[in-house]
């Protein structure tokens, strides 16, 4: 009679083992199915941007991290041949996915999407401060009024040495220079800072940043603007004039850019504008543009860039559900 029980014991031991066994399969089964269905399905294809080389350094990081971190196979290609160069690349039947800028769509590209049947979406992405950059070795023209700024680049005001702005200053030639036509960054300085007056002849304008950072770099005179982030990524070769705005020079800073900051009056949204009926057709885009849309503001600061308030990038959320209800 022992030996019968000691037999039946064992069994269910046995059956109870089995059935744990058979229990945690389950739930790891289940466990693996819930992490199957939380992955993202595997994309394909490519993201063509393209557009202002001031926003090219945060396109670029953002690109870099999605393909590493998201979608291995999709090829993001970030361009920057200026905003309106770019814009006549996006503004195109077969045309690129974004166009990055650092100015708004102008009036006449609005109408040339219209003629084109194409729906565009303009992003704000980040905050950027105009830049004023001079040679290390240069140390008078460290702090400056935004007049005095202004005096170096346009053709009626007489400056052309630096004693011109103060006579305490060297009596030697300024090279100014700065970013050609095809930028956005040209057209804002132009427009918004000079107020449209006419540009001193002697302004050396370059088409690549890198160009500029190279000249004035190797030159004591020279002086060039530019955004804030390409000025960051090159600021051990470089150094920001400070702008005395009316209460004390204020250095570019993230925490001095900002709409409503003490560096406001050089401060600018830039953008990237999305071709909607692209993000409808290739998933990749508008996969790439759901994780554009959560991560700008996170990875604006590590390239120089201050985030857009709160607000708007709720609002951008919230017309990114719109755009993937409406596929």
């Known amino acids: ?111 040339e999407a219209e003629k084109l049947g194409m729906e565009v979406k303009e992003l704000k992405v980040a905050l950027d401060g105009l830049t004023f950059v001079i040679n290390k070795e240069n140390d008078w023209a460290t702090e400056m009024t935004p007049e005095q700024l202004i005096s170096i680049f346009v053709a009626d005001s007489g400056v052309t040495k630096w004693s011109d702005i103060n006579p305490e200053w060297p009596a030697e030639e300024i090279k ?36 500029l950072v190279n000249l004035v770099s190797e030159d004591k005179n020279g002086i060039a603007f530019f955004g804030y982030g390409y000025y960051v990524n090159n600021e051990d070769q470089l150094q920001a004039v400070s702008v005395d705005f009316g209460k004390g020079a204020v250095e570019p800073a993230m925490n001095t850019i900002a709409e409503d900051g003490a560096y406001a009056p050089f401060t600018r949204p830039v953008f990237t504008y999305l071709n909607v009926d692209h993000a409808k057709e290739k998933p990749q885009v508008l996969d790439f543009t759901h994780y554009l849309i959560e991560n700008m503001n996170k990875f604006a600061a590590e390239t120089g860039f201050a985030p857009i308030p709160e607000n708007e990038a709720i609002e951008n959320l919230e017309y990114l559900r719109t755009l993937q209800e409406s596929k």
Request: include cysteine.
């Open 176 to 211: 100014p220079m700065g970013p050609n036509e095809n930028h956005g960054t040209y057209e804002f300085f132009y427009e918004k800072v000079l107020e449209e007056q006419d540009m001193s002849d002697h302004i050396n304008l370059q088409q690549e940043y890198s160009t």
């Open 1 to 111: 009679m022992q030996k019968k029980k000691a037999v039946w014991w064992v069994g269910m031991l046995f059956a109870a083992i089995f059935m744990a066994a058979c229990g945690n399969a389950d739930a790891n089964e289940s466990n693996q199915d819930e992490e199957q269905a939380n992955k993202p399905e595997k994309l394909e294809g490519s993201v063509v941007i393209d557009g202002s080389g001031t926003v090219y350094p945060l396109m670029a990081k953002i690109a870099e991290e999605y393909m590493i971190n998201e979608q291995e196979d999709v090829s993001v290609e970030v361009s920057r041949a200026g905003t309106g160069a770019g814009f006549k690349k996006f503004l195109t039947e077969n045309g690129t996915d974004f166009n990055d800028a650092s100015r708004p769509i102008k009036d006449e590209e609005k109408e």
